[in-house]
């Protein structure tokens, strides 16, 4: 049976939600008893994931038996904590994402909202406990603490960082992703990476190669920019 429709909601939340409860029931029945977990696409994506996580903390494990490294490890984190309001609006926002999304999966068909709602539910558990834990901390501290020298020039670095986001977001929007990619990869190798030009467009090459590979072979569906 096809997924119902939500009505009421704008296109492109029909867009999102729509295709992503379609194709989960089409892999669902496709493969029964989780046997699309198997697939050498879906491992190489686990694999990929368990990479992310498994690199970051081998490479924390490695620092730890410096003692020289690790006392300036601890000695930059000591002065790079966040003040509590910090926390605390963190909380609170993720709160607020979670709730909403609770309620929004209400309109979606009944398997459909199975995955949001749960998710959704702990999320708004968790970020209680978090923002609990954010209330007691600034009880200790007696006040909401604020940002010094190094925070600001964080968040210098933080918002440079988010501008450059929004613009591949922008170029893939208004270009497409294959264009999108292709001029971002290369305009941020060159200026932020400080690149050779040559080992810069081999490899924007590479990425768009592997894009293009993935839409034509994964069945990626790329998005297509607005004026292309």
Known sequence: MAPNRTIG??????????PLERYYFLTVNAFP???????????VI????????????WRRLRRKKDSSEDAVRLSEQS????????DMFVSVCALAVFI???????????SGRLF???????????????????????????GFG???????????VVGISVAWVLVYIWLV????????????????????????????????ACIVGTLYSLAEFAQLVAPVGYLL
């Open 46 to 57: 686990l694999l990929i994931i368990v990479g992310a996580i498994a690199v970051p903390i």
């Open 173 to 204: 929007f208004v270009l497409g992703l294959l264009v999108g990619t292709g001029i971002f990869s290369l305009v941020f190798l060159i200026r932020v990476a400080q690149m050779k030009i040559w080992k810069s467009i081999i490899y924007t």
């Open 79 to 86: 002065e790079m904590v966040a003040p509590p309001f910090v």
């Open 100 to 110: 909403t999304s609770t309620v929004m999966s209400q309109e979606f068909s009944e």
């Open 116 to 142: 949001p709602l749960s998710v959704g539910c702990l999320g708004i558990v968790l970020s209680l406990l978090s923002l609990f834990r954010d209330i007691q901390r600034v009880r200790n501290n007696r």
């Open 9 to 18: 909601w704008p296109p492109k939340l029909q867009i999102l939600t729509e």
């Open 33 to 43: 008893s989780g046997d699309w977990l198997a697939r050498p696409f879906v491992l």
């Open 146 to 156: 604020r940002f010094d020298d190094a925070w600001v020039q964080r968040l210098k």
